[in-house]
Structure formats: C-alpha cells, structure tokens
C-alpha cells in the first residue's frame, strides 16, 4: 500500500495570506490527524477527523481549520498567516474504525509551510 | 493536561554502550504511551507501545505507573540507532490525539 502523502511537500507565502495543506492517507484509514512540528514547541496537536467529522481538536486559534471529504482525504487551512506558523506540518492516519488500544498512527512526509 | 516530558534534548553514547532516552508523564487515568523514532530524512514513525510489551531493533519500554515513567532501553547501542525519538501519549477513550514529549537526539559513535 501506498503510505500517507501530503501535497505540497513545500510552500512559501507572505503574513496574511491563507494557505490548504492536502493529506491522502492509506488506503482504508477513515481516522486523519494533523499536527505541526517547529523547534521550540516541537509536535503538537492541531485536529483529527474521522469519516468527515471533526473527532479531537488541539489548542490552536480558530485561523486554522480543517476538513475530511468521503474518501478520507483531509485538508487543512490557516487563514491570515502569522510569521510564527512557519513549521512543518504532519498529517498521520490510522487504520481502525474505532480507536483501538495501540493502534498504530502512520505519518506522512510532511509540508514545509514558510511564511515571509 | 496531560503531559510528556523528555529531560534529554541530545544523547550521546559509544557504540555497543547501553542505551536509555527517559520519558515521564502526567496523566491521572491510564494513558497508552508509544515511542515514534524519525530516522534522518525519514518519516515519523512507531517503534513500539507499551500495550504490545514487544522489543524492536531490540528496544523495550516499560511502563511504569507508579514513577510515571515509560523509559526506552537498549543494551548495546548500534550506528543505525542514531535518530530522534519522541516519547507520546495517547488517553484511553476517544480519538487518536497524540501528545508528544521534546524528543530525544540520539548519537551512537564509533
């Protein structure tokens, strides 16, 4: 199988403007974690969704949003971009139906997300 | 909240020497923790939980709720452990939030 992947693998823009991350996770995983990953706060939590509702929600501002459509796929969307977005951003996906103790999580490659 | 911590921002040990990343947490129920490894230009990836008890690439992690602690060791350190871990919990009941600790560098040298 495929693993996760994530367009684009790069992205540059200016403050203020907004940007969508995409995410296609395995074939078959209905659950889509998102989470952004910088040097000082390291990974943190932003959403996960599961067959198209929002399931867990981190403890970011209301700018950054996201969506899972019926095939799984997942977006993610920062409006009005602040320098201090720039991260890389991580899209995991798991394979059950219900969460299941250890099940595991698999990680795309990520988008490097600069903001100028 | 919950919480991981990693007091260790870099690990260096010597080839074949014992290795162990520290991990601690805070959580008041009965947490599920994991060890992802990300192997240089690599992807995120699981190396063990604790639900499993196994050992990989001959790494094993004991839970231990009465210190809090989910330590990872390993015996005889190779070259191809040199990667960053990250120590993460996930709380029973709903969804598959992780919360990850700092993480660890870990340097195996010849």
């Known amino acids: 199988k495929a693993g996760v992947t994530q367009t684009p693998r790069y992205l540059i823009k200016t403050r203020g403007q907004q940007v969508t991350l995409s995410c296609s996770p395995i074939?078959?995983?209905?659950?889509v974690s998102w989470y952004q990953q910088t040097p000082g706060q390291g990974l943190q939590f932003l959403f996960e969704y599961f067959s198209e509702t929002q399931r867990n929600k981190g403890n970011f501002p209301g700018r950054f949003s996201g969506r899972q459509f019926s095939n799984s796929r997942s977006e993610m969307n920062v409006s009005t971009l602040e320098l201090g977005d720039s991260a890389l951003y991580l899209c995991?996906?798991?394979?059950?139906?219900?969460?299941?103790?250890?099940?595991?999580?698999?990680f795309g490659p990520g988008t490097r997300l600069t903001v100028l | 909240a919950q919480r991981v911590t990693q007091p260790e921002k870099l690990l260096s040990v010597f080839k074949g020497a014992p290795v162990e990343l520290k991990c601690n947490y805070s959580y008041s129920g009965s947490p599920e923790l994991f060890w992802y490894v990300q192997y240089s230009r690599q992807r995120l990836q699981l190396l063990l939980r604790?639900?499993s008890r196994e050992s990989i690439k001959g790494f094993t992690a004991d839970l231990n709720k009465g210190e809090t602690s989910f330590h990872l060791k390993k015996p005889f350190a190779q070259e191809e452990d040199s990667a960053m871990y990250y120590c993460?919990?996930?709380?029973?009941?709903?969804?598959?939030?992780?919360?990850f600790g700092t993480g660890t560098q870990l340097k195996v040298e010849l």
């Open positions: 074939s078959g995983h209905r659950s």
């Open positions: 604790h639900i």
């Open positions: 995991a996906s798991s394979p059950l139906s219900e969460r299941a103790p250890g099940d595991e999580q698999f």
């Open positions: 993460a919990l996930r709380l029973t009941g709903g969804g598959n939030k992780l919360t």
